[in-house]
């Protein structure tokens, strides 16, 4: 489908604003400026709901990162509150940078998204053993505030953060560990016909189980491991009914075209108490 | 152990602050004043390092919330930094109230801790739809910031803070879920003797597996469930080595003491690539 065309209407991709976040180098990054609209939105919740109520065409929000872990909100939001699919999967290699606005002799308190934060604890209490690590929503968020000109603050964040809001960079590549990636999704309202795709797919679902009977978490797994289908990762929520009871996310190789792939997730919806699909999608390296 | 006379010195419980936390609601329930002293700590990391290092005899730190799901640096630390155990479970009803300084006609602005704003985020649209949600460190540090009189903010936290601090309630339990509990744990640095304990107990453990071989959770589950082990909750975390690398933390009904869950706890250590255990743990319910 050409993005363009969408409903007749220009396409509009929302994503996690202000400018300068991740979420926008990613953007920039999938769509060409000149064939869509950007909007961007202070929360990843709004940006979710922007796609579900047709503000936007398709949303980009981050959903897992290799040290942090899922982005709880993402997840909550695609389980209880929204009908949406994933049409695309961006994995994001994250590189933090320490910016202030002048002096960095002095810093006092380092602020940034908690996620982003949490990614450079040890090289923080390196750099600055005594400065306070204080969270703000966004990295840009935190890129702004140190502009302002506000004293002693430095702010973790993107290097285009740090040139749109001209900023120094005191230190480069300060995530804790060299692996750091961030796995984007690209939402939209209807799922993506990837029977002539030649990328790899994945497949995704959300279930519940009859948590009351022990070993339901294993007979569901063994759907997927007798017919061979790898899971590449599984993630617990709670289900939101109580302590003690969860949903479980399930990320598989394949697409739903794929025999084996289908059969499986057909025998877990029969087992679940609750099932929700959220469809095919290829996987785009950048 | 008499905790008045840990290791000859006075006892000292540490947890995350400033005063009018839940945390400190949980200690101050936990533990007689006049027989240990307290030490609160500005982030939950620091915390639980304070343990680790003998500063505190115990620290007390959330690790779940029914709504938001795990505190990650918690399972993170207790995973990749520290040797320590847990010695207790406390599940705690969590009640968020809408704080004010005097003004509740013009919010435009509430703080409170990211997991506070998340656990009360329909109602606050509903009260306030036009209102910015900001992240701060901690509950109390919103109360403080609003108690300080800076205009048209609002605070998300606990009664106790609110009298703490002066503040007024505008709105009482304002969490979406009324089923809203933290679980909190206490951590030392060595195991409890569940053997003479008469409440029920837990065990918890977490491993990595060969996550190359497609069915390996599965299997580590049937270790589980063919001695009919009840697992009251998986949860999985990065590994730290790269995308898709996880690690497994599993909670279990029972103590190590009990031949079903130490042959399961064994089996299950034989089969990982690594492994620990945080001992098992009476579950007290205040």
Redesign the interface.
Known sequence: MELSSWFGKEAIIGYLGPHGTYSEEVAFRLYNKEQVSFKTY??I?VAIKAVESGEVSQGIVPV??????SV??TLDILAHEVNLYIRKEV?WPVRHNLLVKEHWDDVKIIVSH?QAL?QC?HNLRRLYPDA??????STADAATLVASGIENYAAVGSQSAGALYNLQTIAGDIQD?S?N?T?FIVLGDSPIDTHSLSDPCKTSVVCKMNGER??S??EI??E??TR???????????A?????N?IFFFDMDGSIENNSVRSAVEAVKEKSLWFKSFGSYPICTL
Chains 1, 2 share one sequence.
Do not use: H, K
């Open positions: 202070s929360s919740d897992e990162n290799s040290l942090e872990g709880n909100v994995i908690p949490a604890r306070e690590l204080r969270a703000m929503n560990s692996t990636c796995r022990p070993g978490l294993c797994l063994q997927f491991s061979n289908v790898n899971l590449t990762r599984i993630e617990s929520r709670p939101r009914t109580g302590m003690g969860y």
